[in-house]
């Protein structure tokens, strides 16, 4: 494509999903993984239509960025195939959430007790803007120092055992990683409390 083309003074300071992809030239898909990895910064609303804010300059840099190192923004495999669709339930018998919230304490036993945000997208592989986003909107409980969102662990935990991460349709490798080991830490927990 020829962004030389683009004319800028006319796209707005502000743009939503569906005219990144238009004037990107690229699939809808391809614009989801951008936002939702964090790629192409923007705000997320949590609605259900025109739920991104994108500002224009940050779709500049992006396209500029993207001339040099195209690789950077290729998606994970699986993305468009979509095997990063896994589903769980929004509502889930309290004793699987005891046990999930057991695991993912035992998961960050080693990590500091208040872990920035970057520290959290490296952690996740969801960008740092979803990270804040999830700050911002409240689903993630934090508290901002010299402007940074720190989060303490125990709040990450919930996090992580909230409908609301749970259910996020299109999932990091990360997350599909610990929602596959999750029921071996299960029957190994249980063989455990057997045992005893």
Not at 69 to 98: C, K
Not at 138 to 148: A, Q, V
Request: hydrophobic residues 35%.
């Amino acid at each position: 494509m020829n962004e030389s083309a683009i004319n800028w003074d006319e796209i707005p300071d502000v743009i939503t999903k569906d005219q990144l992809y238009q004037i990107c030239h690229i699939s809808k898909s391809t614009a989801q993984y951008l936002l939702q990895s964090g790629k192409i910064p923007c705000e997320y609303s949590g609605k259900q239509t025109r739920c991104y804010k994108i500002k224009k300059e940050d779709v500049i840099a992006y396209l500029e960025d993207r001339k040099v190192f195209p690789d950077s923004y290729s998606a994970h495999a699986g993305w468009y195939s979509g095997h990063y669709t896994v589903r769980m339930q929004a509502n889930v018998p309290p004793v699987i959430l005891e046990d999930m919230y057991d695991f993912y304490t035992e998961l960050l036993v080693k990590s500091p007790d208040v872990i920035t945000a970057t520290d959290v997208s490296k952690l996740t592989g969801y960008g740092k803007t979803s990270v804040n986003n999830w700050c911002k909107a409240g689903h993630l409980k934090s508290f901002k120092r010299r402007n940074i969102n720190d989060i303490p662990k125990v709040y990450l935990v919930d996090f992580f055992c909230s409908a609301y991460f749970r259910t996020i349709t299109q999932k990091s490798d990360w997350h599909i990683k610990m929602l596959k080991r999750f029921p071996r830490w299960q029957k190994q927990h249980m063989a455990k409390g057997e045992q005893k």
